[in-house]
C-alpha cells in the first residue's frame, strides 16, 4: 500500500494511503490536508504545494524540471536547496511508494 506522510509544524503528522498515479499534492487535497494549497491544480505554476522531503526519500524522487525549478525560486517558505519540491511533481508511481514530507509554515 503506497503512503504518505505528512509532517505539520505543529509536530502532527497525517499517514495516509495514496493512490497510484496520483501526487503527493493530489492526496493532501483530497484528504483535506492543511498545509497544501494546489492553487494551480498541479500544473507547476503557483508553488502553493511546496514541501521538503525528508532526506531518506530524496534518492527515490525524479529530477527537477525546469518548470518546477522556477516556481521554488518564489516560494513563500524558505527553500530548501537539497529538500524542497513541489508536491504536484511528486507521483505515486507504485503500490509501495512511501514518503515522508515536511509541511512549510505558509504557502500563501
Known amino acids: 500500500m503506497a503512503?504518505?506522510?505528512y509532517h505539520h509544524t505543529d509536530g502532527q503528522?497525517?499517514?495516509?494511503?495514496?493512490?497510484?498515479?496520483d501526487s503527493v499534492m493530489r492526496t493532501a487535497l483530497t484528504n483535506g490536508v492543511k498545509g497544501?494549497?494546489?492553487e494551480c491544480g498541479g500544473q507547476a505554476m503557483c508553488a502553493t504545494c511546496h514541501v521538503y522531503v525528508r532526506d531518506e526519500h530524496l534518492?527515490?524522487?525524479?529530477?527537477i524540471s525546469e518548470d518546477e525549478e522556477?516556481?521554488?525560486e518564489v516560494t513563500s517558505s524558505e527553500r530548501d536547496e537539497e529538500r524542497s519540491r513541489l508536491s504536484c511533481q511528486i507521483k505515486v508511481d507504485s503500490p509501495d511508494f512511501q514518503?515522508?514530507?515536511?509541511?512549510?509554515?505558509?504557502?500563501?
Not at 13 to 21: F, I, N, S
Open 3 to 5: 503512503t504518505i506522510t
Open 13 to 21: 503528522t497525517e499517514t495516509l494511503e495514496a493512490k497510484v498515479g
Open 36 to 38: 497544501i494549497v494546489g
Open 59 to 63: 534518492d527515490k524522487l525524479s529530477e
Open 70 to 72: 522556477e516556481m521554488l
Open 99 to 108: 514518503i515522508d514530507v515536511d509541511l512549510p509554515e505558509t504557502q500563501v
